[in-house]
């Protein structure tokens, strides 16, 4: 019996005698199948192919990044946020290690785990045993729940303060229980968005998809949604899944974006 992970997610199904026929995650209209099919590894054989491992960037006071090298799977970053001796891991990453537990606890360990939605699911249930955490996952998103753990806390409503400072907001959006992270620290508000808002290019704009690979954008008024809801946390600075910060200012440009956004679907962005 194993526990297959999809190789173009990342993200682990239930145990098994043999690999799975599909991945529920990737057959769908916001990911994707592989060109090459569909195919499955472990996380076993993650670690003995000795071809990963995760890398530890100190972002600030209190945060770290963690990503898998070479990429893994969707290629996501994970945060350890250390906070008042609760510390969160936002989103997850598939490659889990001995090296990895062991650099975690130094920095104090795992107290909570919280998904943003589930393309970043990946093998959370090995992170939330490796560190006795539990899982929060908004339960609109139950459905897509590969792996079931008595790990998992499916939360309701639009809101969980995990601790002083740290609140889930249920955004929607991307997935029905996309969820960004609110962190107040010391100096200002930051925010934790995933994908359910993505920062672009230049890391003074943001976009809102339905489905990044296949380029299906939202339509206008779930994302005026999203922007009104964004418009009542206090935040200064945002960081996505893939790394891209917008250090300063971070509030006032997510309002911009989503009127550009908006304005471009209703066809007011064109000198057509
Ligand atoms: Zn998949
Ligand atoms: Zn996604």
């Keep these: 019996m194993s526990y297959f992970i999809c190789n173009t997610c990342g993200v682990q199904h239930d145990q098994s005698t043999q690999e799975p026929n599909e991945c529920k995650i990737c057959n769908e209209a916001r990911q994707?199948?592989?060109?090459?099919?569909?195919?499955?590894?472990?996380?076993?054989?993650?670690?003995?192919s000795k071809r990963y491992k995760n890398e530890f960037t100190h972002e600030e006071e209190g945060l770290h990044s963690i990503k898998?090298?070479?990429?893994?799977?969707?290629?996501?970053?994970?945060?350890?946020?250390?906070?008042?001796?609760f510390n969160v891991l936002w989103d997850c990453i598939t490659y889990i290690d001995?090296?990895?537990?062991?650099?975690?606890?130094?920095?104090?360990?795992?107290?909570?785990?919280a998904l943003s939605h589930p393309h970043y699911y990946s093998s959370q249930v090995e992170w939330a045993e490796a560190f006795k955490a539990p899982i929060y996952i908004h339960e609109d998103d139950k459905e897509w729940v590969?792996?079931?753990?008595?790990?998992?806390v499916f939360w309701k409503g639009d809101q969980l303060k995990l601790h002083?400072?740290?609140v889930l907001h249920r955004l929607g959006g991307h997935f029905k229980g996309a969820t960004i992270l609110e962190?107040?620290?010391k100096k200002e508000g930051?925010?934790?968005?995933?994908?359910?808002?993505?920062v672009v290019a230049d890391r003074q704009w943001v976009t809102f998809m339905y489905s990044y690979p296949n380029f299906i954008p939202l339509p206008a008024n779930t994302v005026a949604r999203m922007a009104n809801r964004m418009n009542t946390i206090q935040f200064n600075k945002l960081y996505d899944a893939f790394h891209r910060v917008i250090s300063d200012d971070a509030q006032n440009r997510v309002q911009l974006s989503a009127k550009?956004?908006?304005a471009a679907l209703e066809g007011n962005l064109f000198n057509t």
């Design 183 to 185: 962190w107040q620290n």
């Design 146 to 152: 590969t792996r079931p753990s008595k790990q998992i």
């Design 98 to 113: 001995k090296e990895t537990i062991t650099k975690i606890n130094e920095l104090g360990g795992i107290q909570a785990i």
């Design 190 to 198: 930051v925010l934790f968005v995933g994908d359910i808002v993505r």
């Design 164 to 166: 002083e400072g740290i």
């Design 68 to 85: 898998t090298v070479p990429s893994f799977g969707i290629g996501q970053n994970t945060y350890l946020i250390q906070h008042e001796k």
């Design 260 to 262: 550009r956004y908006i």
């Design 32 to 48: 994707y199948v592989s060109v090459n099919g569909q195919s499955w590894t472990t996380l076993e054989q993650l670690i003995q």
